[in-house]
């Protein structure tokens, strides 16, 4: 139970107090009267004596009798019978002194933490000790007991009384027939011989004080000293002293007191009344809770407390719509109901206080307490007389417990003996009385002993009743002993509960002893044992008792050492529940809110649901609809677990309750809990939705919202971004440089302020989910935001603030907010249940300035099927509740993890991607693209054109492309690129390649163009655009060709493109803008082509064109690798072309004089070319390296390959292929200049790299054109293509399709260091730097009959490919040793010098003659001589054997 303001004794002894009547003359009546009082209330605030009294008990022993309070009541008779159960009236009255007695303000209240539950609530129930404290004093007296009957009556006359005498006379008679004459059942008295107190009352104000002394004197000698008092009182007139503040002691008692006067109480029973409305019961069961019909008619909300309201909507909360006028009018708590108007005690000082004060003690004291003690002593003598013994009862008392309990007969038994009445001199009644006497004067060891006397008797005799009440006082008694000799025996008290209830069927009786021992249980920590005794006592014949008592069970649950939290919050649910029933909607309230801290976000949902719901419903009913929206947002904002129709009845009801809430004022709208807006997914797009294509133009795909985020990709397109802002900015990139964000969602980075230009939509992509099983019907949704200006300080915000909530009717209003921001309303917005949509709201801003996105604004509505329309035909009428409300959108930015602090915390960082700058106008440039293929073969050239538009009002420059794969695509140059056809109609059947009409010459002589490679412009990966005058015009749009090369790799390619322009207009926030296009090409197999290099052995001074150094065969393998899928019949190589700084393709020597090569699928043709140097280029001051392009036609029509698009392509390629080789060989270099001078070995290894690098390198590249025919819709097209092979070295194959990288074979780890490997010669290379070549005649006659020995001239031809000087040393040997000359047999020898050493100086060709000596004829191989070489100024190490040519055969023939 809660904490109470007395303590268990005081509540005990004040339940029990001695009862006063008083019956008072008219003109008495008239002197208090002038107080606003009556004199009972006048005396009562008094009641309570302050000073001790004694009393003498039968043994002669002195009893104290401490802080007694007496009781003075007018008597009223009656004719009523006692009754088992309370009058309507009582009823009422209780229910209003609760109803009234609300939790205060500010309250103390009490926090208690059992397990992880941290509960706060109310630490007193004042009205719990209110409504015990006028249940115990409104107790109709009953025959069975003698505690509430009078013990004293108070006669009261006034002074001014014509003869005072007289009417003492007339009021000890009034009394005398009152209690005697047997009219009346009420009141009743205790004994027959009544204390009669004369009592003279002097008006101070206006009676003659002589008079009234002399009165009084009369009264001692008549009546004695003992029995009379003269009060004195009115010392002052109502005008008088009227600034004096009196203390008004009378107010705290006159309401109890009012309420308790049945006249008053048709006040108050509207308040009871209204409970009707809820609980559809009439007035009178709301007043007589005994009713047997109620729970017929009442609803689903009283039936069960757990159950939750149905579905049907008169019962709902609409039905208390049309009351809620009703209730304002009647739930006011009645304003005074003191009887009358004015202050109490208004003629009385505070000497008067003090004389009412003294004449209550001295009436106690000299009167009541000697009356009480000689009735004891009465009683006893009557008693021991009774029983015969020597001894008094007092004495006796252990002689008749002697022989331990007396055995209880069973008092469920229904026996008719429970109506039994004895005389009022039965010798059991007198026990009893006696006890009550011993009782009321606090001697409880004596009371004790009685009441245990009685309840022998009265079981004995099954009078249950009369044992019932003497066993519930005998177990107070018990408690109330000093010293407690004896436990509290609390099984008396369930007995007596027990009888009271099961066979006496009182529950008034019942509860005033449960309310009891509760009390007594719960002060010695039995909370356990209180509660459950509060439990049996709920009932349905009281929904007010029950609420309470169910109330304080919940209390002693949470008060038990360890606090049983949940039965707590149960048992407050069952008395909300009660309370409710009861009217009290107040403590209903209040109850589930404090059960509500238990159920809390505990998994409970369908508990969490009901009481939400029933705190909504509280709450509304109580005109608190601020607390009732709270309550029903939770319903449906959690993840409910009710069914569809129920959370449909929780939709309605919200709406209705936040209709009211709003009424008419709509200007700030609350926030409503429906649809949820997942924050962090919301994306905001900067920019117009992109064209789609337009015909054949194909826009450039850009950024939408329809795309998903990559992070890798992101990453891609902001690496190309620095490529163009460092391109645009002489080669940096700048430090405050952010990449171009054009939509920002979750995974962005939203740490900076966005930037948006004016004039330009902002698209808000929100996520809405509907959490609920029902249809959400959301319309003129709209985004709400707040505008600064740019001009606007911030101190002047507060006033320049401009939020829209589409609320405002005036067209003013909104035109003025148009001119700011257009805001875009979506008119339906349809969410089926539990559908997750996403919704794109647009604004457009017209200023510049900082914009705010805070929330989102609509109307929530619901349609539910009310009654039939009266209409005639009876149709079904749609009532539909619109509601309007906001809710804003704050999104938590990303935890901040860097610093200590902030990781020890849990802190974010800000997130801007609501809150954009607004910009002043850019340029926007869309761009299309015309006839671009989607497939290609690999290498072929295809034309496309490309159109740029500005459609912005701004002019835009510095136009730039960059992509992923700049081999791709080229725009040409100004220099190289052919007056081809401008338009794509008239370039329908045009080659993409810039030709020229030449037949092939016979001995396919070659054409030979000079370029460098900065004619072919921007070989970076940023291209600059070429258009015309560099800017483009508002409203402008050019058209450019665009030449594509298909990948050399198989397969599909993704190929981004990234477009970058600039204002003409310096200084904005924004410096440039980006557009990005992506585009998927599917190449399929065209051509493989391998290409080798070998010495021609022919000497150099034999070759036709120049003298200067001999030539190198070429040699090119083509093999057609289609497989036909694309349509394609055949290739035709129509071309081979050259490009090198140092070599070119002199010839074709193909045996075959074919017109062109053509191939069908899987076929394979060889080319052989030879290769001779350039021509030495004269340095000019530039120094550029120019290269060589040589163009050898096989077919009518030359391919000027210098020119876009062949040479773009071809210095496209290299760029590529050389960047990756590149950075190899520049580290190569690099490592080996630092080394040099540190280490011999290092430095030699790395001089011979470089001679044997220079002398086999040949960088010779090979461009290799080629048509198809291919078969499309019955039409033959022909495409083009051009495929790169690089020559870099002699003897070393290339092929123009770059081999696929394998996987990397698993490496076993080495856990020692090894030695690095020694340094091997790179000998293979070493053997090539020398070529060597014989000349001799083939055939050679001579008359061996004439002259044995034959001798032929030889020529040596010795060639230094390298850049070095060489030592050569030349051995000529008699027999070969390679393999391939063993089968000849015969012999000769070299006649002359045999050995030789030289030095031939780089590049330097030398002849040596030398004669070989013949003995016979025969067929001889002369390529016997052996040559070593080796780098001069090197160890003899490097001597390595020069590769000589195929076997040189000579035939000599005998004359």
């Known amino acids: 139970m809660a904490q109470c303001v007395q303590s268990v004794q005081e509540f005990v002894q004040d339940s029990f107090v001695p009862m006063v009547a008083v019956l008072c003359s008219e003109e008495a009546e008239r002197v208090t009267r002038k107080n606003n009082l009556n004199f009972a209330e006048l005396l009562r605030p008094f009641c309570r004596l302050t000073s001790e009294g004694h009393i003498r008990d039968p043994n002669n022993q002195t009893q104290v009798v401490k802080n007694l309070r007496i009781c003075v009541n007018n008597v009223a008779t009656s004719l009523n019978t006692a009754s088992t159960a309370l009058s309507p009236a009582q009823r009422r009255m209780l229910n209003q002194v609760v109803l009234s007695c609300q939790p205060q303000e500010g309250a103390s209240t009490n926090v208690i933490t059992a397990g992880d539950y941290d509960l706060n609530f109310s630490a007193t129930t004042p009205w719990f000790e209110t409504y015990r404290e006028n249940f115990l004093q409104s107790m109709p007296a009953s025959d069975h007991e003698f505690l509430n009957h009078y013990l004293a009556c108070l006669l009261v006359v006034s002074s001014t009384e014509a003869v005072p005498v007289e009417q003492f006379l007339k009021l000890s008679q009034e009394q005398h027939r009152v209690q005697h004459s047997g009219e009346y059942t009420n009141p009743k008295w205790f004994i027959p011989n009544t204390l009669k107190y004369y009592v003279l009352l002097h008006d101070m104000s206006e009676g003659d004080e002589q008079r009234a002394e002399t009165v009084y004197e009369d009264m001692k000698q008549r009546y004695g000293s003992q029995g009379c008092y003269l009060l004195k009182i009115n010392s002052r007139t109502l005008s008088a002293e009227v600034d004096e503040q009196i203390p008004d002691p009378w107010s705290q008692y006159l309401h109890r007191s009012n309420l308790h006067n049945q006249d008053t109480l048709e006040d108050v029973a509207p308040t009871v009344n209204s409970v009707a409305y809820e609980n559809n019961i009439s007035t009178a069961e709301v007043d007589s809770h005994h009713s047997t019909d109620k729970d017929e008619v009442s609803n689903n909300l009283e039936s069960h407390p757990l159950q939750l309201d149905s579905v049907n909507t008169s019962e709902s909360l609409y039905t208390l719509g049309a009351v809620n006028t009703d209730l304002k009018k009647d739930a006011r708590v009645p304003e005074s109901l003191s009887g009358g108007a004015g202050s109490h005690g208004a003629c009385l000082t505070l000497n008067d206080h003090d004389h009412i004060r003294q004449f209550i003690q001295e009436f106690t004291f000299r009167g009541l307490l000697p009356h009480i003690e000689k009735n004891i002593r009465q009683l006893n003598d009557q008693l021991v007389s009774r029983k015969g013994l020597s001894r008094s009862l007092f004495t006796a008392t252990k002689k008749w417990f002697g022989g331990g309990k007396v055995p209880e007969k069973s008092v469920s038994e229904p026996k008719s003996t429970c109506g039994l009445l004895y005389p009022p001199e039965a010798p059991e009644l007198q026990i009893r009385k006696m006890a009550d006497l011993c009782f009321l004067v606090q001697h409880y060891e004596l009371a004790y002993s009685c009441y245990h006397t009685a309840k022998k008797d009265f079981l004995s005799d099954q009078a249950m009743l009369y044992a019932a009440g003497a066993l519930e006082m005998a177990a107070v008694s018990a408690f109330l002993q000093a010293g407690a000799p004896r436990p509290y025996p609390a099984h008396y008290m369930d007995t007596a509960i027990q009888t009271y209830r099961d066979v006496c069927k009182n529950m008034v009786l019942a509860e005033r002893c449960a309310l009891l021992s509760a009390e007594i249980l719960k ?89 939400n719901f029933t705190i909504g419903r509280q709450s509304f009913t109580l005109r608190q609809p601020e607390n009732a929206v709270v309550a029903f947002r939770q319903i449906l904002t959690n993840d409910s677990r009710q069914t569809a129709t129920q959370q449909g009845a929780f939709l309605r009801e919200y709406l209705f309750v936040y209709k009211s809430v709003i009424g008419g004022n709509e200007v700030s709208l609350p926030q409503l809990p429906l649809p949820c807006i997942y924050s962090s997914a919301t994306r905001v797009y900067f920019g117009h939705d992109r064209r789609l294509a337009e015909g054949e133009k194909q826009a450039a795909t850009h950024v939408s919202l329809d795309q998903e985020y990559d992070q890798d990709l992101a990453a891609m397109w902001c690496h190309l971004e620095e490529q163009l802002v460092a391109a645009s900015n002489r080669g940096i990139v700048p430090a405050n440089f952010q990449p171009t964000q054009c939509c920002l969602n979750s995974q962005t980075d939203n740490l900076r302020y966005p930037l948006a230009v004016v004039e330009e939509p902002i698209i808000v992509e929100l996520m809405f989910k509907n959490p609920l099983k029902v249809s959400l019907s959301l319309s003129n949704l709209s985004l709400l935001w707040r505008f600064t200006d740019d001009g606007v300080s911030p101190s002047e915000n507060i006033t320049e603030e401009l939020a829209i909530t589409n609320e405002e009717t005036l067209a003013l209003g909104i035109t003025q907010k148009d001119d700011i921001v257009n805001t875009e309303v979506i008119q339906e917005f349809q969410m089926g249940p539990e559908e997750t949509k996403m919704a794109r709201l647009r604004l457009l801003p017209h200023r510049t300035g900082q914009l705010n996105i805070v929330g989102v604004v609509y109307n929530l509505a619901t349609a539910l099927s009310g009654e039939t329309g009266s209409s005639t035909e009876g149709q079904q009428t749609l009532d539909l509740i619109v509601v309007r409300g906001r809710q804003d959108l704050k999104i938590q930015g990303p935890r901040l993890n860097q610093t200590k602090e902030e990781k020890m915390m849990v802190r974010h960082g800000p997130d801007h991607r609501l809150d954009p700058i607004i910009t002043p106008p850019m340029p926007l440039m869309e761009v299309f693209f ?526």
Request: aromatic share 8%.
């Open 523 to 611: 002060s010695q920590g039995k909370y356990s044992e209180a509660a459950t005794l509060l439990i049996k006592m709920t009932s349905e014949d009281s929904d007010l008792r029950s609420a309470l008592l169910l109330e304080q069970a919940a209390h002693c649950f949470i008060n038990m050492r360890n606090p049983m939290v949940r039965k707590f919050a149960f048992h407050m649910i069952l008395a909300g529940h009660r309370f409710s029933k009861a009217g009290q909607r107040r403590h209903a309230l209040r109850c589930y809110c404090q059960a509500m801290q238990v159920y809390k976000e505990r998994g409970w949902s369908l508990a969490e649901d009901h009481i």
């Open 930 to 1455: 015309l006839q671009f293929p989607t497939a290609l073969l690999c290498g072929e050239i295809r034309k496309a054109y490309v159109e740029f538009c500005n459609v912005s009002s701004v002019a835009l420059c510095g136009l730039r492309v960059v992509s992923t794969h700049p081999d791709f695509f080229t725009f040409g140059s100004q220099a190289t690129t052919p007056l081809t056809p401008l338009t794509p109609t008239s370039a329908e059947n045009c080659s993409a390649y810039k030709t020229m009409v030449m037949p092939p010459h016979p001995y396919y002589e070659v054409s030979e163009m000079l370029h460098s490679a900065e004619e072919f412009s921007q070989l970076s990966g940023v291209m600059e655009i070429p258009i015309d005058g560099n800017t483009l015009q508002p409203g402008e749009s050019t058209q450019l060709p665009l030449w594509l090369r298909g990948p050399d790799q198989e397969g599909v390619h993704e190929i981004n493109f990234l477009f970058y322009y600039e204002s003409t207009e310096k200084g904005n926030k924004i410096s440039h803008r980006v557009l990005r296009h992506t585009v998927f090409i599917c190449a399929s197999r065209s051509l493989s082509v391998q290409a080798s290099a070998c010495r021609s052995s022919v000497p150099p001074h034999h070759s036709l064109d120049d003298k200067s150094s001999g030539g190198t065969l070429v040699f090119i393998d083509v093999e057609n690798i289609n497989t036909s899928e694309a349509g394609v019949r055949e290739f035709h190589i129509v071309q081979v072309s050259s490009s090198s700084q140092h070599w070119r393709l002199h010839k074709c020597i193909n045996p075959a004089k074919d017109k062109d090569c053509k191939l069908t699928s899987r076929e394979r043709a060889k080319l052989c070319f030879r290769a001779t140097r350039c021509k030495p280029i004269q340095a000019t001051s530039d120094a550029v390296e120019k290269y060589t392009f040589a163009d050898l036609n096989l077919g009518n029509e030359r391919i000027i390959s210098s020119s876009t698009p062949c040479g773009d392509f071809f210095f496209r390629g290299c760029r590529t292929s050389e960047s990756q080789r590149g950075n190899v060989a520049s580290s190569r270099t690099l490592s080996s200049s630092k080394s040099q001078g540190s280490n011999p070995t290092e430095h030699t290894a790395s001089d011979i790299d470089n001679i044997v690098k220079k002398c086999n390198e040949l960088d010779l590249n090979i461009i290799v054109i080629w048509k198809a025919y291919v078969v499309e819709d019955n039409k033959q097209l022909i495409l083009e293509g051009q495929l790169h092979v690089a020559l870099q070295t002699i003897g070393k194959e290339a092929s123009s399709l770059t081999p696929r990288e394998e996987a990397q074979e698993m490496v076993l780890l080495k856990f020692k260091s090894e030695l690095p490997p020694p340094v091997v010669l790179p000998s293979a290379e070493l053997s090539q730097l020398i070529k060597t070549n014989l000349h001799y005649p083939e055939t050679y006659t001579h008359p061996f009959v004439q002259d044995s020995l034959c001798v032929v001239p030889v020529t040596l031809t010795l060639s230094n490919c390298s850049l070095a000087q060489v030592d050569v040393i030349i051995e000529l040997r008699h027999k070969s040793t390679s393999p391939e000359c063993l089968e000849i047999h015969s012999s000769f020898t070299w006649v002359g010098q045999t050995q030789y050493k030289l030095q031939l100086k780089p590049r330097e060709v030398l002849c040596l003659t030398l004669r070989a000596c013949f003995l016979q004829a025969g067929v001889y191989n002369l390529n016997t001589p052996r040559v070593l070489a080796k780098p001069a100024q090197q160890g003899a190490m490097c001597e390595t054997s020069q590769q000589t040519a195929s076997p040189a055969l000579i035939i000599i023939n005998n004359a």
